[in-house]
């Protein structure tokens, strides 16, 4: 079934409600409008976007081009929309969820309504504990988003949705380009990620080139059982049999090719893990069974306490340590900012030991010892107004004194 007239849906409460649903905090396109200059006057600024959508006089701008850090030390790519773009974008997401929802197939798991990574995970350490699994795939799509081909993706579009007007804003978004450093490009393939209507075509694209694939596949030409999660372009597939997995990587490669994707050569791996591995494993004389690393945690063939399989989960080891250098900035920056009139001296280390054992007593009323080795030691002169909030008077003394908090541990 087709869907011929869809627009219509788009109303000035959808574009409000779209509105209010979009991140008040997040960091604005190329036209630098943020969320707070938006609200302002939002009733008549909803009800031309509104005119403008329906008249067609709707322009997309080009994406602000910004990078973050990945935890390898690359760089990742992501594109910036402009407000209105992402609350347009917002609000035909809304509208092509209600039919792709019914589309979609019951192992995709990633920016879907009612769905999340908590949700794939246990998908997936249920399929490792109760189903036949002895080799997984781990599939890994080179820069996916960046790579999406534009002529497929609008034909899979018109699979469902026959509405020109709908097709014409989808098309606008994908060539408004991007725009860095002051410099305007044309993009050719592919879908900013970061937009708001980006994980909903990837979804798309990957429904029709690689789910619709693999469930037919597994019901046809498998030998034993096949369980497939996927979440956006992370996945991972169970097999049976070592027969089966190479053969549905041969043909998984081919399948991709067709619509312009490649399997990362690197990072895509056919391992042997499940409550056979182990064992299988020693008796060839081999080391313990690989891992294998899905939405940021790594998947590890263990035992429980009665020596039954079980699969342990840690966080992935990059993940972790770029997480603490993140919560140490962090600290640093509240505690500089929660005593501006106070510094941080060095503290003797054997002294300190004796005051944390209740050994030593303080020499000085106005010196308390951090959790982190370290003092905040009080200026001469009295603090500010707005720092006496932040004070509290030392129970014996009656000196200001700051709270134990306020010193940053140490995460090194």
């Known amino acids: 079934m087709k869907f011929t007239a869809l627009l219509h849906h788009l109303t000035i409460d959808l574009l409000r409600e779209s509105f209010y649903s979009l991140k008040r905090k997040a960091a604005p396109g190329v036209d630098g409008v943020t969320w707070q200059e938006y609200e302002n006057g939002i009733e008549d600024r909803r009800i031309d976007l509104h005119g403008r959508v329906h008249r067609g006089a709707y322009r997309a701008q080009p994406s602000r081009r910004v990078y973050i850090e990945k935890e390898d030390g690359r760089q990742r790519p992501l594109g910036v929309a402009a407000l209105e773009d992402k609350l347009v974008q917002y609000a035909v997401a809304t509208i092509l969820n209600q039919i792709y929802e019914e589309d979609f197939l019951g192992f995709s798991y990633g920016f879907r309504p009612g769905r999340s990574q908590h949700q794939a995970l246990d998908a997936l350490s249920y399929a490792l504990l109760k189903k036949k699994v002895n080799y997984v795939l781990d599939a890994d799509i080179r820069g996916f988003f960046d790579n999406l081909d534009h002529r497929w993706l609008i034909k899979f579009v018109e699979h469902r949705v026959a509405d020109p007007r709908i097709l ?26 970061g937009s708001v209507i980006s994980p909903l ?14 469930n037919v596949w597994r019901r046809k030409y498998a030998q034993g059982e096949v369980v497939v999660i996927r979440y956006a372009d992370d996945t991972i597939v169970g097999f049976q049999y070592q027969t089966d997995a190479d053969h549905f990587l041969e043909n998984l490669r081919e399948r991709l090719g067709k619509f312009g994707l490649e399997l990362h050569p690197d990072k895509t791996r056919r391992i042997e893990f499940g409550r056979f591995a182990e064992q299988n494993r020693e008796r060839r004389g081999e080391g313990r069974p690989e891992t294998f690393d899905f939405l940021g945690f790594k998947h590890i063939s263990g035992k429980n306490g009665l020596g039954r399989f079980m699969v342990r989960r840690t966080t992935i080891r990059k993940r972790m340590r770029a997480k603490l250098r993140q919560i140490k900035q962090q ?46 030691v009080a200026h001469s002169s009295p603090p500010e107004p707005e720092t006496l909030g932040v004070l509290d008077a030392h129970p014996s003394t009656g000196s200001a004194m700051a709270p134990s908090t306020a010193c940053a541990p140490s995460l090194s």
């Not at 014409?168 to 990620?193: C, D, F, H, N």
């Not at 009139?341 to 308390?368: M, Y």
């Open 168 to 193: 014409r804003l989808i098309q606008k978004w994908l060539k408004a380009g991007v725009m860095e450093e002051g410099k305007w490009s044309e993009v050719q393939t592919g879908s900013p990620q």
């Open 201 to 214: 075509l990837a979804n798309i694209y990957l429904h029709y080139s690689f789910d619709l694939r693999v």
């Open 331 to 376: 600290l640093r920056e509240r505690t500089r900012s929660r005593a501006p009139n106070r510094t941080v001296a060095p503290v003797d280390r054997p002294r300190l030991l004796q005051l944390l054992r209740g050994t030593g007593k303080p020499q000085e009323p106005g010196w308390i010892p951090g959790p982190g080795a370290c003092a905040l």
